[in-house]
């Protein structure tokens, strides 16, 4: 879709993150996501719903 592709995750988030077709703040809130990995349960809640309105816009676009 954007003409390149991406061989492995580091630095990953950083390079979609300039796409001409690319969520919103993708950088951003893939690392808001993974801060809400911790051992606390409301955390780990909110990071899913972040990461399931994520994957949801990415689906629009593509």
Do not use: Q, W
Not at 18 to 37: C, L, M, Q, T, Y
Not at 43 to 61: A, D, P, Q, S, Y
């Amino acid at each position: 879709m954007n003409e390149r592709y991406l061989m492995n995750e580091k630095g990953a988030a950083v390079i979609a993150d300039s796409f001409a077709k690319a969520p919103r703040d993708f950088f951003k809130r893939v690392n808001e996501i993974i801060g809400f990995i911790t051992e606390d349960p409301e955390h780990l809640k909110k990071g899913l719903k972040e990461l399931e309105e994520l994957i949801e816009e990415t689906c629009v676009i593509l």
